[in-house]
DNA sequence: AAGATAAATTTCGAAGCTAAACAGTACACT
DNA sequence: AGTGTACTGTTTAGCTTCGAAATTTATCTT
């Protein structure tokens, strides 16, 4: 199960060998394969998870409000969204949703309007300071990026590509899309 | 910077190729290839998560439950470790950790007694339900597991393998541990 | 016009965390 | 022995964020 659901070994974590070697001795039928993956996967995520987090905070915003700015910035041109359909993408409550962009309303990210084509809706959109700091987020983590894989060749990271969204295609099909909101930073 | 930070990407979400696409429109120095390696990644992490999330709660028990039980476990034998070294190797404060071991100890996954060698210190054992639990949840997550990677042959998986280790041993040696408790599921 | 439907918000409460103060115990040093 | 110091764990108070349910406002249907 590779280290499946919680954790965040900061402490004395074990290293990934020693971790696959104990969870060997406390489950039998384990494929040490398949464990070496699926453990280094999570342990990865984890640690640019947490290196992402660093520098959203360090430009002063949360996480949170990252899953915003940046489901506003894939919506492309006006950068407009409702707050429902946020809440959709994101997999929370419009209640919840309703609380977020209030926060951020306030820390000026983003600006909230009704619609008057439709005043029953509310149109969020991005303000050009909300656009800055999502640039900034991204001007920091390709530097990450690159160096985390600076390892590899160019043949190497079109082979990892490949296999990642190998994967990945075969977990969507399998996990259409049913919600499950998790705390997940992806 | 792939997915970076936020995120959960449950409704609408673009496809991983129309991500790269809008990324590369909003930001022009992006590298198509390394955001497709970061992108998947996440997306990859995302689904995993969501689906161990789905077996603890099959399970009834929580994500915070679950990372307990898995430091326990790892811990080896008798499964016992005091509340300030489960804090820190889960990276949070020690008043968390009493919180979480109460909860715990109502629902019967461990047990709490001071240690009478050493007054001071206090005892958090596995009981045989909690590493029943565990077990349980590890029988769940082969199965995902090797579903999730029934398209590679085992070469590809020694490949895959030793590429993400080789990142692993990367990151972790640039951002050595400071720890950062940034809501992780690892 | 009257409902039915839908979007967003408000209110209330729960979960989970941290910081700070506190209590109990062990150990070192005189 | 006695005292100071350090450390462990718990308690308390408060904060943040989310969800559920009720509410408001606007639109659509018949």
Redesign the interface.
Known sequence: ??????????????T?EE?IA??Q???Q???P??????S?????????????????AALGIS??????L??L??S?APYRMGPS?L?????LTPAAMTHRIDRMVAEDLVTRKRDETNRVRVIVELTTEGREKW?E??R???VF????????S?D??????D??????R???H??P?A????????
Chains 1, 2 share one sequence.
Do not use: C, H
């Open positions: 199960m590779g280290d499946t659901p919680g954790s965040t070994g900061i402490g004395g974590e074990p990934l971790q104990a969870y001795r406390e489950f039928d384990l494929d394969q398949v464990e070496k993956i699926v280094a996967l999570s342990r990865l995520n984890r640690r640019m998870n947490v290196a992402y987090g660093r520098q959203t996480n949170a409000d990252w899953e915003v940046k489901a910035v894939l492309g359909e809440a959709k993408r994101l997999g640039l987020a991204m920091l983590a390709t990026e690159e160096d985390l894989l600076q390892d590899l160019a190497d990271r079109t082979a990892l590509g296999v990642l969204t190998r994967l990945l075969r977990v969507e399998a996990q899309d919600g499950g909101r998790l705390t997940d930073l992806d």
